[in-house]
């Protein structure tokens, strides 16, 4: 009965860390860029009292394992990096990854960091910046006198000048992929971070080498599902449930084998 308590036990454990997940998902349902998690399960260790193949007392093969398991533990949190729904805002600097890609974010520390939010504001140089004031990387800066921002499916900047009328070129932003994309690691602001389960950072041009195009004057939405979510919440608290009952059989057993009189 004490093992069944503790196997019991590690599927509670396992299952408050599938609800914290899920109130995470929840709580950035409106987070820009944002992109859903899932908790994946492993069995543990098994005691064998009989192995499969194994002769028996009568002499034969036992066809079948008698192996009971130690419960179940998270192994790991698996990313969806499906695209979310685009929303106009109509703001020149806001910018929508339609497809692959990641924008490119130059940290304090002169490391990368990647984010598909791409709500960009003007830095007090010019420059385009995150919410946060982190750089764009390349870097984009734009002249106090333009008048109008237009940027490309490409990625191209073009402004147009006072006395000028031709667009003037301000460079391309360029958008980075990586092979696994659910190896990067989340470190918050919207950002990510390159580890060695990602591989390296893979750049190029909006619209090629598989990068997707950009949008201007729209933003990316969070692709979490509410009621996704309620109701993988729901079926995570009976999941508890049953095992919190599991515990209180088990002890419910104990009782009774020590209140056993002869």
């Known amino acids: 009965m004490i093992k069944a308590m503790r196997t019991a036990a590690s599927g509670m454990v396992a299952q408050q860390l599938n609800v914290d997940n899920i109130a995470n998902n929840l709580a950035n349902v409106n987070t820009t860029g944002f992109k859903r998690s899932k908790v994946e399960f ?42 979310g729904d685009l ?3 109509g ?14 974010i130059r940290m304090p520390d002169g490391t990368n960091a990647y984010t598909r939010d791409g709500a960009f504001k003007i830095s007090s140089t010019g420059q385009l910046v995150t919410s946060d004031g982190f750089f764009l990387d390349p870097d984009i800066t734009i002249p106090e006198n333009a ?41 918050g602001h919207n950002l990510f971070t390159v580890t060695p389960a990602s591989g390296l950072a893979i750049t190029g041009t ?12 729209a933003l990316e939405v969070s692709n979490v599902e509410v009621v996704d ?13 049953i095992n919190s009952k599991a515990i209180q059989t088990s002890e419910d057993m104990t009782q009774i ?3 056993l009189k002869r």
């Open 147 to 187: 008048t109008s921002i237009s940027i490309g499916l490409d990625g191209e900047v073009t402004v147009l000048i006072p006395g000028n009328s031709d667009p003037q070129s301000l460079g391309q932003i360029q958008l980075a992929r990586f092979v696994n994309p659910a190896g990067l690691s989340a470190v």
């Open 87 to 89: 929303t106009t805002t």
């Open 229 to 241: 979510e309620m109701v993988n919440m729901i079926i995570a608290q009976r999941a508890y449930e």
């Open 206 to 217: 909006p619209t090629q080498d598989g990068l997707g195009r950009l949008d201007q004057g």
């Open 257 to 259: 084998a020590n209140n």
């Open 91 to 104: 703001n020149p600097l806001d910018l929508a990854i339609s497809g692959n890609g990641f924008f490119q």
């Open 42 to 83: 492993q069995d543990v260790l098994y005691q064998n009292y009989r192995r499969a193949g194994s002769t028996t007392a009568v002499g034969s093969q036992a066809p079948t394992d008698l192996a009971v398991g130690y419960g179940a533990r998270a192994v790991a949190t698996v990313r969806d990096y499906s695209p």
